[in-house]
C-alpha cells in the first residue's frame, strides 16, 4: 500500500487504531492514565502497516530542552516533528528520565492523535473545554509524583511541587512566567492553606524571576538616557 506523504499515510493508519486503555495507576491521584507502552502498542502496528515509524530525540536551545517525536514516512520523505519542553524536577538521572518520558508520552499521542480511553464518556469531555491543557497538567504532576519514592510523607510530596513550580519559573520568560503561575494557582493556593513556608517560598521565586527579567529593561532605558 502506498501513500504521497505523511498525511495520507497516517489517514490511513489512524482508521485503524483504537483508543489507549488507562491500565497505569497514579497513586498520588488515585486515577488510572495510558502510559508511554500502553500508546505505542496502540499506535506501532497501524503506522507500520502504512509505512510509517516513529522516534524520538533530544533538543536543545536558547529556548530550552526538548524531547522532540518525529513520524516519518519513508517513502516520500515526510515527517511531522513534535517539541515537548522538558521540565524537570530533579536534577538527577531519575528525574530526567521521568521527564522524557512524559515528553515521548505527550509527543507521540500528539503525533498520531491516539487518545486514551474515556471511561466517563463524551460528557466529560463536552464539561472539559481545555482538556489538552489538562492533559498536559496531569502529565507534570505524574512526573513529579515518578520522582518521589513510594513511602513519601505527604510532606515530603509538597516539597517536590514546590521545588518543581520554582525550577519552572527560572527557566520562563516574561508572558510564559505569568502562564505558568495562572497553570499552577490552585495548587500555589492550596500550599498557602496547608504549607505557608513552601508558599512563601514559591512566591519569591515568582517575584526574584520577574526582578531578573526587569532588569535588563531598566539597564537599556538606562542606557538610552543622554547626559
Not at 21 to 29: D, G, L, R
Not at 75 to 85: A, D, K, L
Request: proline share 5%; glycine share 6%; aromatic share 6%.
Amino acid at each position: 500500500m502506498t501513500h504521497k506523504n505523511v498525511y495520507m499515510a497516517l489517514a490511513a493508519a489512524q482508521a485503524e487504531m483504537g483508543a489507549a486503555k488507562k491500565s497505569a495507576e497514579n497513586p498520588h491521584f488515585r486515577s488510572k492514565y495510558a502510559d508511554l507502552a500502553e500508546i505505542v502498542e496502540v499506535a506501532k502496528p497501524p503506522l507500520t502497516k502504512h509505512g510509517l515509524c516513529f522516534f524520538h530525540v533530544l533538543e536543545a536551545s536558547d529556548l530550552g530542552r526538548f524531547m522532540v517525536t518525529i513520524l516519518a514516512h519513508g517513502e516520500s520523505g515526510t515527517e511531522i516533528r513534535c517539541p515537548v519542553e522538558l521540565l524537570l524536577q530533579k536534577t538527577d538521572m531519575q528525574g530526567y528520565k521521568s521527564a522524557t518520558t512524559y515528553a515521548k508520552r505527550i509527543g507521540l499521542e500528539s503525533v498520531t492523535g491516539i487518545a486514551p480511553e474515556d471511561d466517563d464518556g463524551n460528557a466529560a469531555v463536552a464539561s472539559t473545554p481545555n482538556a489538552s491543557a489538562r492533559g498536559l497538567q496531569d502529565a507534570w504532576r505524574d512526573g513529579v509524583m515518578d520522582s518521589l519514592p513510594e513511602n513519601a510523607t505527604p510532606r515530603q510530596k509538597a516539597e517536590a511541587f514546590a521545588d518543581a513550580i520554582v525550577a519552572e519559573f527560572a527557566s520562563k520568560g516574561e508572558k510564559a512566567l505569568s502562564n505558568a503561575w495562572d497553570r499552577r494557582k490552585k495548587l500555589i493556593d492550596e500550599m498557602e492553606t496547608r504549607h505557608p513556608d513552601l508558599h512563601e517560598k514559591i512566591v519569591d521565586a515568582f517575584m526574584t524571576r520577574q526582578e531578573e527579567l526587569e532588569d535588563p529593561k531598566r539597564e537599556k532605558a538606562g542606557d538610552s538616557i543622554p547626559y
